[in-house]
């Protein structure tokens, strides 16, 4: 499994910026994908998890109306597009993945996640 993350870089507050993470070796039906973030001297936040057993979709609050996670299948690239973007947003930007097997409840929790990139950086400025 290994999975690249791109699409990162310095913005202003209220701007937008789109996240790509290119997916290889699993099949995307059949995993969990996620995008979490830590900020400095923070814990690691999951911002976005998309569960492929019940195709649901979570958001942390702090992003909800913000943020939206979609995917290009055929491609093996999952997307989350970040808008109107604020300071507090900065942080580096991980994409994640596990097996969706059946009895895990699918929790947006970096513990639950195996695989992991490198991660992109995100500032926002004010």
């Known amino acids: 499994v290994q999975l690249v993350e791109s699409g990162g870089g310095l913005v202003q507050a209220g701007g937008s910026l789109r996240l790509s993470c290119s997916a290889s070796?699993?099949?995307?039906?059949?995993?969990?994908i996620g995008w979490f973030r830590r900020a400095p001297g923070k814990e690691y936040e999951g911002v976005s998890c998309?569960?492929?057993?019940?195709?649901?979709?979570q958001y942390a609050d702090s992003v909800k109306g913000r943020f939206s996670f979609s995917s290009d299948n055929p491609q093996y690239t999952l997307y989350l597009q970040m808008n109107n973007l604020k300071p507090e947003d900065t942080a580096i930007y991980y994409c994640?993945?596990?097996?969706?097997?059946?009895?895990?409840?699918?929790?947006?929790?970096?513990?639950?996640?195996?695989?992991w990139g490198q991660g992109t950086q995100v500032t926002v400025s004010s």
């Open positions: 998309f569960n492929s057993k019940d195709g649901s979709i």
């Open positions: 994640a993945a596990r097996e969706s097997v059946s009895g895990w409840g699918g929790q947006c929790d970096k513990d639950e996640y195996e695989y």
């Open positions: 070796g699993f099949t995307l039906d059949h995993y969990a």
